[in-house]
């Protein structure tokens, strides 16, 4: 089973930087979707970026322009840097991936790693 380690989340002040990282465990890591998730409190976790195994990325509005997603396979690792923070972005964020690319847009996983706080004061 593939185990997922978050971390770089942190209380940043509005306008901000943060990266976060995400270190995943297993085999065939270049072979996944990868995605970043947000949840907010209260709210359903939502797909705020994600990688495809061709390095091609995708952003949700809310993000687009301020987030940037990448990868590095070799160290089987998925990045997520944030800049120009919003109060609005703060949650818990989580990674996952996944070879379907379907499967990353349902978050459709049978596990999800700890997630790392992102919490964005005004």
């Known amino acids: 089973q593939v185990q997922l380690v978050e971390s770089g989340g942190g209380l940043v002040q509005a306008g901000g930087f943060l990266r976060l990282s995400c270190v995943a465990s297993g085999r065939d890591f270049s072979l996944n979707h990868m995605g970043w998730y947000r949840q907010a409190p209260g709210k359903l976790r939502e797909l705020v970026a994600h990688i495809t195994s061709g390095g091609y990325t995708i952003y949700a509005d809310s993000v687009k322009g301020r987030f940037i997603i990448s990868r590095d396979n070799a160290q089987k690792t998925v990045y997520l840097q944030m800049s120009s923070l919003k109060p609005e972005d703060t949650g818990v964020y989580y990674c996952?991936?996944?070879?379907?690319?379907?499967?990353?847009?349902?978050?459709?996983?049978?596990?999800w790693g700890q997630g790392t706080q992102v919490t964005v004061s005004s």
């Open positions: 996952n991936g996944n070879p379907r690319l379907s499967a990353l847009l349902r978050a459709d996983f049978p596990s």
